[in-house]
């Protein structure tokens, strides 16, 4: 059965820390990794991975691919309490169905 | 399990033609939402349904899109007159609750494998 786990569930921090969430998947004909942060109604893309061990960067948040591991962490540094969100990851196959982890809900306290 | 499930997984069709997409939620969710994820772009919202509360329609891009979600289960999304920049593929998630970041507020949201919609 194609799944994909993230861990954890929900995270509370104070400004300024760093934070590292995980996305596992086990998704046949693998394609892509995608995150999505989600505040409101719908989430909005962050990144998308395909070959694995090349970072992504968009200012403080950063993502990586293992395709070894079957997994990906999202890394958000100086923690802002804008990051405030769901954090959603992705996995999609050659057939472009979409599978969704259930997310992490960070709350960053000022 | 059972999860959210939909269909069709794949529907081709012409330009002007009206079609159906399907959403089966999880038993016992409340909250339905309707996305489409355009090539290259991001989650965009279309319609969300909380309950028997009136639906939160303001993300449907145009009137010939329209959905309904019967007994507050099982919900359709129709798309009348389609166009090719309806091309996309159109997600539903399901959710105990309304989404929200926070310990107090957050329920897990479950999408579906998606529809993959490609008018001709």
């Known amino acids: 059965e194609d799944k994909v786990v993230q861990s954890p569930l929900s995270l509370v921090v104070h400004e300024g820390d760093t934070v590292t969430l995980n996305c596992s998947y086990e998704?046949?004909?693998?394609?892509?990794l995608l995150w999505y942060k989600q505040e409101k109604k719908a989430p909005t893309f962050l990144f998308m991975l395909?070959?694995?061990?090349i970072e992504k960067k968009s200012g403080r948040l950063s993502s990586i691919l293992d395709k070894k591991e079957l997994s990906s962490i999202l890394n958000i540094t100086a923690t802002q309490t804008g990051d405030s969100a769901i954090y959603l990851c992705a996995a999609t196959n050659t057939g472009n169905q979409f599978y969704f982890g259930t997310g992490t809900s960070l709350t960053v306290i000022p | 399990g059972a999860g959210v499930s939909q269909s069709p997984s794949n529907k081709v069709t012409e330009k002007g033609k009206d079609v159906e997409l399907r959403c089966d939620p999880i038993?016992?969710?409340?909250?339905l939402y309707w996305y489409r994820q355009s090539l290259g772009q991001g989650l965009e919202f279309l319609i969300y349904f909380q309950g028997n509360s009136a639906p939160d329609k303001s993300g449907l891009p145009s009137d010939r899109f329209s959905a309904e979600r019967t007994g507050g289960s099982v919900s359709t999304l129709t798309i009348q007159r389609t166009q090719q920049e309806d091309s996309a593929v159109y997600l539903c998630a399901s959710s105990l609750a309304t989404i929200g970041p926070g310990r107090s507020s957050y329920n897990e949201q479950f999408f579906g494998p998606g529809t993959r919609l490609t008018v001709l």
């Open positions: 038993s016992g969710h409340t909250a």
């Open positions: 998704v046949t004909n693998f394609r892509s």
């Open positions: 395909t070959s694995s061990g």
